[in-house]
């Protein structure tokens, strides 16, 4: 990973109330670089109220907030102010919270609205919420009148480090997660670092099942860091939040810069994402958090990986002792091991039926793997409640 060695220090955003200026110094901007697709992710305190934030965006009569009840309760009313000062309309769809209404008919709805509102092609759209909003939004910005622009406002740590880069969208069918959407990059990613603090602990935990991944695939070193401040970063401390945002996004920009549309290197980023979304389908959607299976599902990823002769088994017990620190489960769901094998089936990643695992060939570095469903169920069957 030397390609994009880290920026070691981590920024001062100690302190900062919603409001603080974007011009703050702490402010940083990761540029991702995908030609007349590229654009720049916003890092830092205070930039969701701030002016500056929302300019040079593309030129419009109306901008779209999209959002769900909860987030639209907390920030709403300061984005469309702050967006006020560029659009001469700034209109709101608010739809119901949960991954269970990451489908069909939220897109829909959307497209209702945006109908109803006579909004012409040139309209923006605003993802504000966690990865569920983004998604969504993404996938409708894609889709209205062959596509309009939009911008993520990620609210949840998942978002920021996650799901708001690097433009997958989609929504969830009963048959398979994430399984109707595009490749639609967004104009822009604004993620406020202090809208993180009204975010739920089950929800924080979650995100850091994202931030962790990177370490194992792409950054030995940011595992190690990772694991010294997992107290801090619990505590949400402002300066390592906003390091562990800022490298998190790096190495997600790395990736897609190299890799659009996943022909192979972005493959990567869903280490543990197989096993993971079993557990979300295979439950139900909601049951469990994405990151809670994410994160169980690295630990299933790590041992698969031990088990196919890549890596020691201290790496599983090394992975498994941090992601129990972040608070998230590391016992997956006794589905049976036929249940999960028929979901992993129509992960996206699969080829002509057969499963394709993200595994850790070694620290920082990932590759696909197939693997023999004999021992994939010794993998279920060590893990399991
Ligand atoms: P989410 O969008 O459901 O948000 C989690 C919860 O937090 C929700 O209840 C939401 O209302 C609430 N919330 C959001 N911001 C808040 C805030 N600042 N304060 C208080 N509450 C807040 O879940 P998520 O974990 O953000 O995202 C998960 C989704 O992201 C999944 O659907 C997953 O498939 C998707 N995802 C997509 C990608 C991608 O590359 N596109 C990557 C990872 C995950
Ligand atoms: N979160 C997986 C990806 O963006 O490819």
């Given at each position: 990973m030397s390609a994009f060695a880290a920026a070691a220090g981590a920024d001062d955003g100690a302190g900062a109330q919603l409001g603080t200026p974007a011009a703050s110094p702490s402010v940083q901007t990761i540029q991702i670089d995908l030609g007349d697709r590229s654009y720049p992710i916003v890092i830092g305190p205070g930039v969701l109220q701030s002016a500056s934030s929302w300019a040079d965006l593309p030129r419009a009569a109306t901008a779209v907030v999209v959002t769900n009840v909860t987030v639209a309760h907390l920030y709403l009313s300061a984005l469309k102010q702050a967006l006020s000062l560029h659009y001469t309309r700034v209109l709101e769809v608010v739809l119901p919270d949960g991954e269970a209404h990451k489908d069909w008919g939220s897109v829909n709805t959307v497209f209702d609205q945006l109908l109803h509102q006579a909004c012409d092609r040139r309209t923006v759209l605003f993802a504000l919420g966690g990865g569920v909003i983004g998604d969504l939004t993404g996938f409708a910005a894609a889709c209205y009148m062959r596509g309009v622009p939009f911008v993520q406002v990620p609210t949840t740590l998942l978002a920021q480090v996650d799901s708001s880069v690097g433009g997958k969208t989609a929504v969830n069918h009963p048959l398979g997660k994430n399984m109707i959407g595009a490749f639609y990059q967004p104009v822009r990613v604004l993620c406020d670092l202090d809208v993180l603090r009204t975010l739920p602990d089950r929800e924080f935990s979650a995100g850091l099942a994202e931030v962790i991944k990177y370490g194992p695939i792409?950054?030995?070193?940011?595992?190690?860091?990772?694991?010294?401040?997992?107290?801090?970063l619990m505590a949400r401390e402002p300066k390592v939040l906003a390091h562990a945002v800022r490298r998190s996004c790096e190495i997600k920009a790395w990736v897609v810069e190299q890799d659009e549309r996943e022909a192979g290197l972005r493959a990567i980023l869903n280490f543990g994402h197989t096993f993971g979304h079993a557990i979300e389908a295979g439950l139900g959607y909601g049951q469990w958090l994405h990151g809670e299976a994410v994160g169980c599902g690295m630990v299933l990823a790590a041992d698969l990986s031990h088990r196919?002769?890549?890596?020691?088994?201290?790496?599983?017990?090394?992975?498994?002792?941090?992601?129990?620190?972040?608070?998230?489960?590391?016992?997956?769901?006794?589905?049976?091991?036929?249940?999960?094998?028929?979901w992993m089936r129509v992960d996206k990643k699969a080829e002509g039926g057969e499963i394709r695992f993200v595994v850790i060939e070694a620290l920082g570095r990932a590759g696909l793997r197939t693997a023999p469903d004999a021992l994939v169920g010794e993998v279920l069957a060590a893990h399991s409640v």
């Open positions: 792409a950054d030995a070193a940011f595992l190690d860091w990772i694991e010294e401040h997992m107290p801090a196919l002769g890549l890596m020691p088994a201290s790496f599983v017990a090394r992975l498994r002792g941090l992601i129990e620190r972040a608070g998230l489960p590391v016992r997956a769901p006794d589905l049976g091991a036929q249940r999960y094998l028929q």
